[in-house]
Every structure is written in C-alpha cells, then in structure tokens.
C-alpha cells in the first residue's frame, strides 16, 4: 500500500473505511497515509497493549493527533464481503472475551513476520543462563536462532521458520518445516544407529 502510494503520487485508489492491522512505524504509516489520501475513517487494529506496540512513541502520537482509534488486545477473526469487496472486519479479544465488529471496505496487513514472542525468548534465556550453569540457544546478528541445518547448537533442538529467519511468508514456513522434520528424523535415524 505504502510502496503504491509513493509511486502513484497520491492517485492510489483508498477505502472510505480502513481497517489497518498492526502495531508497528509501518501500520503508523499506512494509517496516516489513507487519512491523508481521503479516507473518512481509518482504525487501527492491534494484539497487545499501546504500551507493547512496537511504533516509535511520536508515530503513535501522530496517529492520535489524527483522530485515528486503536483498538488493543485484539486480533483478527474473520473479513466478511461479497463478490470480492470487504464489507465488514471482525476481531476478537487476546486477553478476553470481547469482540469487535466494524464496517470496512479495505483491510491493510501491515503486520511484522517476525516469530511470536522472540524479544520475550531473548530475555528467557538471558535470565536463564545468568542463573544456571546450562547450554543455550545460540542467537545470530539477525536476533533470530543460530541453526546448521535446523539443528540449533543444542544435541536435539532443531528449530525452523521465523524463529530462524525473521521475515518469511507461509510458504517458506511449510517448506521449512519438511526440511526441518526430515532433518530431525535423520537426526533420530543416526541415533538409533549409533545406540546399537
């Protein structure tokens, strides 16, 4: 959206009501830039809290300065529309039961791929090993899990997918997978042969 409204100079065709779905500078952007292309209404749509939103402080700021909502502790449930067109969004609560129905007419994913949690695992294992003499997972530059051919640098730890490659699509994620799960039983294979 972001890249079409760059080149096109402001001509990209905008929904008159934008569901934007992220929390970072990039759903900021997205949501800032429909408002200012013409939309009546934009919303931002996010999982955690506003205080856990990985946006720069100013971006959030902007946001607010221009009237756009955010919703927290929210994810997306179900897009509801007819012959191709959204009609309405649908989320419903991380942390409870509550729900939220909006009309919309243009969805925007400006959502990070980055695996579920990987700051929180960082610091687990930061805490972990400043209390116990153990081995742990080893990180790379890219803050993602360090693997040699899906095994990490623990005997029978394997890991695959976004944890170890950041920014992938569902595709990548499959297929990685089956790589990682023949890994895994050539892994278990040497194994059982080394046992007997």
Do not use: H, W
Request: net charge negative; glycine share 8%.
């Amino acid at each position: 959206f972001l890249a079409e409204a760059k080149t096109s100079k402001g001509k990209v065709k905008v929904g008159s009501k934008v569901i934007v779905i992220g929390g970072g500078d990039v759903a900021m952007d997205c949501a800032v830039t429909a408002k200012l292309l013409g939309s009546e209404d934009v919303k931002i749509v996010y999982r955690r809290t506003i205080e856990r939103m990985p946006a720069d402080r100013k971006e959030i700021a902007y946001t607010q300065d221009l009237n756009i909502p955010i919703f927290t502790g929210l994810k997306p449930a179900e897009i509801i529309g007819q012959a191709g067109k959204v009609d309405r969004f649908k989320a419903t609560g991380m942390f409870d039961d509550s729900e939220l129905n909006l009309p919309a007419d243009m969805i925007i994913f400006a959502i990070g791929q980055e695996a579920e949690e990987i700051k929180e695992l960082k610091e687990a294992v930061k805490e972990v090993a400043a209390t116990k003499e153990v081995t742990i997972v080893e990180f790379n530059e890219k803050g993602t899990i360090k693997t040699l051919d899906y095994a990490t640098n623990i005997d029978g730890i394997f890991a695959s997918g976004d944890i170890i490659e950041g920014d992938k699509t569902v595709v990548n994620a499959v297929k990685e997978g089956k790589e990682a799960a023949k890994a895994i039983a050539k892994y278990l294979l040497a194994k059982k042969e080394g046992v007997r």
